[in-house]
């Protein structure tokens, strides 16, 4: 066995260990390398990994984008982030473009310059690293750093969307972009939901997950993380209740608007967890019609668009 050990040689580098481990499970691209043809090519096999192995995106800290659009819409979130000088600064980053040959011309210029590397790859492995029959409309794929935050409070936080055990990985996805796109603050993911840099919920995210700060654990640590940012709790009640449906017209008067909170959604088929009700209080969406519920990503967007009120200035 090797260890690493620090420059002053006193006590082992966790740091290099890291280092060396993510190495050992990404193969190397020499830099002169800049097209990649082979379907078997390691890299090629490495990227189609990351893709479809939670357990090595997990290892390396790393996912792709597929398709040219989120490429785009991720490039463009760096380039606000650089202008701004965003305080939020977990940014990630393109550590590869990969663009179809004889393609170059239709991503952007943007992309191209923000990424670590540009490497052009034939027809046959795009088709491996996007996992298609044919890559008939993937002009461009991007292997990404993702996204660390070790700390909420070091950002300004009013709006956080919590997910408990949401497993349908197009539901995650769908409400990382409507959160994104309603402007919360984050997404806190309970132990037992989704991957948010899978391969389907990335597709539904459209990348928003590299995009809105994103943290998963126990619900211990998501009671932990309200009580610090001293929010208000509120969990999505699947049973017809008067008082829920109330509270949910309450909670959008000017007077509680500007207050913190924490919106949990559960499964459609579980709900949220009984404990949950001991600090969340519920809220319901009125549905006068005949259906009983509604699909999760739905209510969830409902509820945010609801509860979100007006970012101050």
């Known amino acids: 066995m090797r260890l690493w050990w620090s420059p002053a040689g006193t006590r082992p ?17 020499p830099l002169h390398v800049d097209r990649l043809t082979s379907a078997s090519n390691a890299y090629v096999r490495h990227v189609a990994k990351l893709r479809a192995q939670r357990s090595h995106r997990e290892a390396l800290g790393a996912t792709v984008l597929v398709g040219s659009a989120p490429v785009e819409e991720f490039a463009c979130h760096l380039a606000r982030l650089d202008i701004a ?11 590869t473009l990969f663009c179809l040959e004889n393609a170059n011309e ?28 044919s890559s008939e409309g993937v002009l461009a794929m991007a292997e990404v750093d993702v996204p660390r935050l070790d700390r909420w409070e070091t950002i300004r936080t009013r709006r956080i969307l919590a997910l408990d055990r949401v497993q349908d990985p197009g539901n995650v996805g769908t409400l990382l972009r409507t959160a994104s796109a ?8 309970v132990d037992g939901c989704a991957d948010v840099f899978g391969e389907k919920a990335m597709r539904a995210s459209r990348g928003a997950s590299l995009r809105l700060p994103t943290r998963s654990g126990t619900f211990e640590e998501l009671l932990k993380l309200v009580e610090a940012l001293d929010m208000d709790a509120y969990a999505a009640d699947a049973i017809p209740d008067v008082e829920a449906e109330a509270r949910l017209s309450q909670r959008q008067s000017s007077h509680v608007v500007a207050r913190p909170l924490c919106l949990l959604l559960g499964s459609e088929g579980m709900g949220v967890r009984k404990e949950a009700w001991r600090r969340f209080e519920p809220v319901r969406i009125p549905m006068p019609g005949l259906e009983e519920s509604l699909n999760v ?17």
Not at 23 to 29: A, D, K, M
């Open 182 to 189: 309603l402007g919360w603050d984050g997404a806190f993911l």
């Open 13 to 29: 580098s966790f740091r290099a260990f890291a280092r060396a481990r993510e190495e050992s499970l990404r193969p190397p691209l």
């Open 85 to 95: 000088n965003d305080a939020r600064g977990f940014p990630g980053s393109i550590r």
């Open 297 to 313: 990503a739905v209510a969830g967007g409902i509820l945010m668009h609801r509860l979100g009120g007006t970012k101050p200035n």
């Open 106 to 133: 239709e991503i952007s210029a943007r992309a191209r310059d923000l990424a670590n590397r540009v490497v052009h790859v034939s027809a046959a492995a795009m088709d491996r690293m996007a996992g298609l029959v």
